[in-house]
């Protein structure tokens, strides 16, 4: 139980108190801070690396030099296989759009209507690519927003034509659609470079370039495996192989990614990033231990003779120490949940200022503010033991 005590003599110093108290929740506030910001920051990635479609594997050729040599038939092939909820076939190239009088930069996608199911897109304005499209070969776009922003000052541009360098020619493309993708957030953060990502028919694509094939084949696995993780989808990776030496023989010149791995190896590095700053930040929790050895200190000789007097008419050395003992964790307990809570609250604030969702991981606040109330009940166990140690004639002789 508590000694009533100890708030009296919290209170009897009140700005020392305070001072102490706020150390205390500096420090658990920088390793609260850290680590949900991380929590956060590492959800957000996760969430745009499942947009973009790194929820997947890719089938692409070796030799980037090297073009169009996955055909229908193979496609088909990697369908049929066990544990394939899906394989869409993609081309892309980096190029020049315009729009209006504005030249970007640009990374154009051949993709047909199933594309949406792997890479995220949300249709602002307007409609994305239909099957309708893929079969008239149609000369049809779909933009994302900051290429309509940069040129128009807007999002909505539907209706107005956009220019698209393939081939060694300038294509005149109608825009049907103004998109939000999974990548739309790197992009912001990571303005000019990355890319803005325009999609066409993929047939459209085939057309203007005179391609037969596809460069690439995003193959969605079924939801039961990666929700398992990357190794679940090791079986799945080991029968495309299988199918590609089958049909290919042994250099096949086509190499098979799984993204679920790569996006997972990511998330370690993030976790691993966001628990060495909250060591580092948890350096401040040792300083504010010793805030609290400080302050402790001060107080028993401050009290020496309060010491006395109670030692004069029974008070025994354990009681002693512990009515300081629970001064000092008392000190730390509440620094601490002032600290957590501030950390918190100022997570949640940015969060909600740049948009990403807020998450709450209680392991990391509980374990800081455990370590800065252990600290502060090692750190004041000194003090306590010096002030149970007086002998009551010295103490009051003072």
């Given at each position: 139980m508590i000694n009533k005590n100890c708030f009296i003599n919290i209170f009897r110093a009140k700005t020392r108190s305070l001072l102490t108290i706020s150390a205390i929740a500096v420090g658990v506030f920088a390793v609260v801070l850290i680590s949900t910001a991380g929590d956060a920051g590492r959800g957000e990635v996760t969430r745009t690396l499942e947009e973009m479609g790194i929820n997947s594997i890719i089938i692409?050729?070796?030799?980037?030099?090297?073009?169009?040599?996955?055909?229908?038939?193979?496609?088909?092939?990697?369908?049929?296989?066990?544990?394939?909820?899906?394989?869409?076939?993609?081309?892309?190239?980096i190029n020049r759009t315009t729009l209006l009088?504005?030249?970007?930069?640009?990374?154009?996608?051949?993709?047909?209507?199933?594309?949406?199911?792997?890479?995220?897109?949300?249709?602002?304005?307007?409609?994305?690519?239909?099957?309708?499209?893929?079969?008239g070969k149609s000369m049809v776009a779909v933009i994302e927003e900051?290429?309509?922003?940069?040129?128009?000052?807007?999002?909505n541009v539907v209706g107005?034509?956009?220019?698209?360098?393939?081939?060694?020619?300038?294509?005149?493309?109608?825009?049907?659609?103004?998109?939000?993708?999974?990548?739309?957030?790197?992009?912001?953060?990571?303005?000019?470079?990355?890319?803005?990502?325009?999609?066409?028919?993929?047939t459209t694509m085939q057309m203007l370039t005179g391609r037969s094939g596809y460069d690439k084949l995003a193959v969605m696995v079924e939801s039961e495996l990666t929700d398992s993780g990357y190794a679940s989808t090791a079986t799945v990776i080991d029968a495309i192989n299988d199918s590609l030496i089958a049909e290919r023989g042994e250099n096949s010149g086509v190499i098979v990614s799984n993204l679920l791995q790569q996006r997972e190896g990511l998330e370690n590095i993030l976790?691993?990033?966001?628990?060495?700053?909250?060591?580092?930040?948890?350096?401040?929790?040792?300083?504010s231990g010793l805030t609290v050895m400080t302050t402790m200190l001060v107080s028993v000789g401050e009290r020496k003779r309060e010491i006395g007097i109670k030692k004069s008419i029974g008070a025994r050395d354990f009681d002693i120490a512990k009515e300081?003992?629970?001064?000092?964790?008392?000190?730390?307990?509440?620094?601490?949940?002032?600290?957590?809570?501030?950390?918190?609250?100022?997570?949640?604030?940015?969060?909600?200022?740049?948009?990403?969702?807020?998450?709450?991981?209680?392991?990391?606040?509980?374990?800081?503010i455990a370590v800065a109330v252990g600290l502060g009940g090692l750190f004041g166990a000194y003090p306590a033991i010096k002030a149970a140690r007086l002998a009551p004639v010295d103490a009051l002789r003072l």
């Open positions: 692409q050729n070796e030799n980037v030099a090297i073009t169009s040599n996955l055909s229908e038939d193979y496609i088909q092939t990697v369908a049929n296989i066990s544990g394939v909820e899906r394989a869409t076939p993609l081309m892309a190239c009088d504005e030249q970007i930069n640009s990374f154009t996608w051949g993709i047909n209507a199933d594309a949406r199911e792997i890479i995220s897109l949300e249709a602002l304005h307007g409609r994305l690519i239909t099957t309708g499209d893929m079969a900051e290429i309509a922003l940069a040129a128009y000052g807007r999002s107005k034509t956009v220019r698209i360098y393939l081939n060694g020619m300038e294509h005149e493309f109608e825009i049907v659609g103004v998109a939000k993708s999974g990548i739309s957030t790197l992009q912001s953060a990571l303005s000019g470079l990355i890319p803005q990502f325009v999609y066409i028919p993929l976790a691993t990033v966001t628990v060495v700053l909250s060591l580092i930040a948890g350096i401040s929790l040792l300083v300081f003992l629970w001064e000092s964790v008392t000190l730390s307990a509440t620094g601490s949940i002032i600290g957590a809570a501030a950390g918190l609250g100022v997570t949640a604030i940015g969060c909600r200022v740049v948009g990403i969702a807020f998450m709450l991981n209680p392991t990391p606040i509980l374990a800081a």
